[in-house]
């Protein structure tokens, strides 16, 4: 199954990058703060760590675009809650993340807010433990990417958001308070 979905998302890709109906073309590179947070946790744990991302962009009108990405996300705990007491409640991602998503914006110039859905995968080593939950995982599993945030500037080009990558299997999400800069790409 999951050999399947990947196999279909890259034909997917592929397809999509030669179509006629694609307006704009760019690249879209992002580098933040990250986090991962079980489901369901006693001590509301947030473990913390580095997101970096890469989208290329293609834009299909003022208010719709697709966007294949590739990333990595690593967080670790430091085994404190968020409130700074001790806890042995954790929530650790170590991965690379790959899948397309929809971003539906809103076609203003200076502050254009947006909301982004998806599917991907991530490939890497996913810890969980609280106290109903008690997963290690090592490989790859699929993820819900989810985002929302705004484009800024006068040609929207700077990307300020927050994105989540939701995994059931794993029984946790990681995200991202994160900042792009997009770059045009030239049509042929």
Same mark, same amino acid.
């Given at each position: 199954?999951?050999?399947?979905?990947?196999?279909?998302?890259?034909?997917?890709?592929?397809?999509?990058?030669?179509?006629?109906?694609?307006?704009?073309?760019?690249?879209?590179?992002?580098?933040? $703060?990250?986090? %991962? %947070?079980?489901?369901?946790?006693?001590?509301?744990?947030?473990?913390?760590?580095? $997101?970096?991302?890469?989208?290329?962009?293609?834009?299909?009108?003022?208010?719709?675009?697709?966007?294949?990405?590739?990333?990595?996300?690593?967080?670790?705990?430091? *085994?404190?809650?968020?409130?700074?007491?001790?806890?042995?409640?954790?929530?650790?991602?170590?991965?690379?993340?790959?899948? *397309?998503?929809?971003?539906?914006?809103?076609?203003? /110039?200076?502050?254009?807010?947006?909301?982004?859905?998806?599917?991907?995968? %991530?490939?890497?080593?996913?810890?969980?433990?609280?106290?109903?939950?008690?997963?290690?995982?090592?490989?790859?599993?699929?993820?819900?990417? $989810?985002?929302? *945030?705004?484009?800024?500037? /006068?040609?929207?080009?700077?990307?300020?958001? $927050?994105?989540?990558?939701?995994?059931? %299997?794993?029984?946790?999400?990681?995200?991202?308070?994160?900042?792009?800069?997009?770059?045009?790409?030239?049509?042929?």
């Amino acid at each position: 199954m999951k050999n399947t979905l990947v196999l279909l998302l890259a034909v997917l890709i592929t397809n999509l990058t030669h179509a006629q109906f694609i307006k704009e073309k760019s690249i879209n590179a992002q580098i933040g $703060f990250g986090i %991962s %947070s079980p489901y369901e946790s006693e001590d509301e744990i947030g473990d913390t760590g580095f $997101f970096l991302q890469g989208e290329y962009v293609m834009r299909l009108a003022a208010w719709v675009e697709l966007k294949p990405y590739v990333g990595m996300i690593t967080t670790s705990s430091d *085994g404190e809650d968020l409130n700074d007491n001790p806890t042995d409640e954790k929530a650790e991602t170590k991965a690379f993340l790959m899948g *397309g998503k929809f971003r539906v914006r809103a076609p203003i /110039r200076w502050v254009a807010p947006y909301i982004e859905l998806g599917i991907g995968a %991530s490939i890497g080593t996913y810890e969980t433990l609280t106290s109903t939950i008690d997963i290690e995982k090592n490989g790859i599993i699929y993820h819900i990417p $989810f985002a929302f *945030g705004l484009e800024l500037g /006068r040609n929207n080009n700077i990307d300020l958001g $927050f994105t989540y990558y939701f995994q059931p %299997s794993v029984e946790q999400y990681v995200g991202a308070f994160a900042i792009g800069i997009s770059i045009p790409l030239k049509n042929r």
